[in-house]
């Protein structure tokens, strides 16, 4: 199982960014795909996450109406797609896949519950 994040880089607040997760190994239709994001000198966060086999995401109040999570099942990609990025957006970004859990609801923001993580793509948000 890997998970590859790319597209990460350096933006200006108001402009967009789409971060991929490229992943092999595994099936989409049984997994949970989760974004997170950590900053310096803060925990890790989760920011979005989405469940293929019952439709569903969830956003984080600070990225709602800005950040749109989307998947390509034919790639196996999950992407993120950051419109309108704030300065406090800046953090390394990671993706992670998790048996179970449910955009709805939000049932799927465990960290800890989170099998495999990438290695982390950097975004660096300038006003």
């Known amino acids: 199982v890997q998970l590859v994040e790319s597209g990460g880089g350096s933006v200006q607040a108001g402009g967009s960014l789409r971060l991929s997760c490229t992943t092999s190994?595994?099936?989409?239709?049984?997994?949970?795909l989760g974004w997170f994001r950590q900053a310096p000198g803060k925990e890790r966060e989760a920011i979005s996450c989405i469940t293929d086999k019952d439709g569903s995401a969830f956003y984080d109040a600070s990225v709602k109406g800005r950040f749109n999570i989307s998947t390509d099942k034919a790639k196996n990609i999950v992407y993120l797609q950051l419109n309108n990025p704030k300065r406090e957006d800046t953090a390394v970004y990671y993706c992670?896949?998790?048996?179970?859990?449910?955009?709805?609801?939000?049932?799927?923001?465990?960290?800890?519950?989170?099998?495999?993580w990438g290695q982390g793509t950097q975004v660096t948000v300038s006003s």
């Open positions: 992670g896949n998790r048996t179970g859990g449910s955009g709805r609801y939000g049932k799927c923001v465990w960290g800890g519950a989170y099998e495999r």
């Open positions: 190994g595994f099936r989409f239709d049984d997994y949970t």
